[in-house]
């Protein structure tokens, strides 16, 4: 599963440092409710895709939405099963 951030226009540092911190909540999260961790995560110019391996996609989905959504890393773009 990938969540993914737009960081068009923001500094390669930042987005770096903001990957981090996600992988560290997410990783938290999931580890917590037993569906799975963050295996890594990619950027480019234009995208910030955290890539977590999880055992149920649509709770895992409903979880890292709910665990987001009100958060300081609620601006992701999408969620995605790849």
Sequence with gaps: MIVAYDVRGVDPDEAKDKQEDIEEALNEKLGWTGLGYCDDGRLSAEALEICCRVVNVDL????ISESLDGSV?????????E
Aim: net charge positive.
């Design 60 to 63: 895992a989905r409903k979880v």
């Design 73 to 81: 890393f609620s601006d992701y773009s999408r969620i995605y099963q």
